[in-house]
């Protein structure tokens, strides 16, 4: 006996078609991955976690400001003793994908995300009253998950993306 695994839209298409009669399938498994959606709050969910536990302190989770973007994780990071910084904001661009080997999440960081999120970190300065010369970084936080949801890696990359401004 054959089995197929298809995606329900795929299944649904290949079914009218009489494709997998034709090709002697007789039971179909339905295979639903997550959803971008639910992949990214899950991602979102596993960085928070991992950020308060290394001692950040979470502000703000999906600042948005239309048309120009949205920020994941807006956060605090106290200086270390000793140091002329009180605190830095850092600003974390999470990327979550099922695990592939052609590619690794950070590398869906265009420059053109790249711009957008510097511009939402002078925004969100702005928005909140803080003077533009606040010290503040921006992080790419790269979460892969396995075909059954599990997390098989994070990355942290501080400061990944500089300032232009």
């Known amino acids: 006996m054959k089995i197929a695994f298809y995606q329900p839209g795929i299944m649904r298409l290949l ?32 960085a928070e976690k991992y950020l308060k536990d290394r001692g950040y302190k979470i502000l703000v989770r999906n600042f948005t400001k239309r048309p120009w ?7 605090e990071k106290k200086a270390k003793p000793f140091s002329f910084l009180q605190t830095k904001l850092v600003f974390v661009e999470v990327k979550s994908i099922v695990k592939r080997n052609d590619f690794f999440p950070e590398d869906q960081i265009t420059d053109k995300k790249q711009n957008q999120l510097r511009k939402m970190a002078q925004i969100y300065l702005s928005t909140n009253k803080l003077p533009l010369s606040t010290a503040y970084q921006i992080d790419i936080l790269a979460i892969e998950f396995d075909g059954n949801s599990q ?11 500089e300032d232009n401004y």
């Not at 973007?69 to 956060?75: F, H, M, P």
Request: net charge positive.
């Open 151 to 161: 997390v098989i890696a994070i990355r942290h990359q501080p400061n990944a993306i």
């Open 69 to 75: 973007g949205e920020i994941d994780i807006v956060a």
């Open 15 to 46: 079914a009218k078609s009489n494709f997998l009669e034709y090709i002697g399938v007789r039971k179909i498994i339905l295979h639903t991955p997550m959803t971008n959606k639910s992949l990214g709050k899950q991602g979102e969910d596993i």
